[in-house]
């Protein structure tokens, strides 16, 4: 399910959930605008980063406060990104020491077509996320987004618990 919460007629955070209701994931508006911003500039390449936020006490709620633009060591082509490190470890820890703490809860990307499908490299990469204790994530979020057309964009998000199948959030 995925439904707009609206504030003063002003689209504030979009509002995500899996089918099964065990998921959800909030985006601010503008976290949405940022990441849209980066995928207009990267005309018909990939192009992706991380997305910073934090858990609701349930753990099944992801609240991501913080999309960032490609670390300056990604590479990037018509069919393929891949996402470089330079500057996040020191991003994390600064967002970490915060007052209000957020962490890194997962990726995001954008494949320059109108459908859009997570490749194996994806699946591959957000499952060992899900498994490995450098990120500390064992739900991590994948957030695909395509190319915008006329009257909307495709985005697609997953969550990949650990151990599990992913799950795909719906949108209502």
């Not at 934090?54 to 099944?60: D, G, S």
């Not at 992801?62 to 069919?79: H, L, N, W, Y």
């Not at 995001?108 to 498994?131: C, F």
Request: net charge positive.
């Amino acid at each position: 399910m995925f439904a707009l919460i609206f504030y003063g007629g002003r689209v504030m955070h979009h509002e995500w959930r899996t089918d099964c209701g065990a998921y959800g994931m909030s985006i601010t508006k503008n976290v949405w605008d940022s990441i849209k911003r980066e995928c207009i500039k990267s005309i018909n390449n990939e192009i992706g980063g991380i997305l910073i936020g934090y858990y609701t006490n349930e753990n099944r709620i992801a609240v991501v406060c913080e999309a960032t633009p490609p670390p300056k060591d990604s590479q990037q082509g018509r069919t393929w990104f891949w996402r470089g490190i330079t500057g996040l470890r020191s991003l994390l820890l600064e967002r970490w020491d915060q007052k209000q703490r957020t962490y890194y809860v997962g990726e995001w990307h954008y494949h320059p077509a109108k459908v859009i499908e997570p490749s194996i490299a994806d699946l591959r990469q957000m499952e060992s996320i899900s498994r490995s204790k450098r990120y500390y994530c064992n739900e991590p979020i994948l957030i695909i987004v395509g190319k915008e057309g006329k009257t909307d964009t495709p985005v697609r998000a997953f969550v990949f618990p650990r151990d599990q199948k992913r799950i795909e959030f719906g949108k209502v």
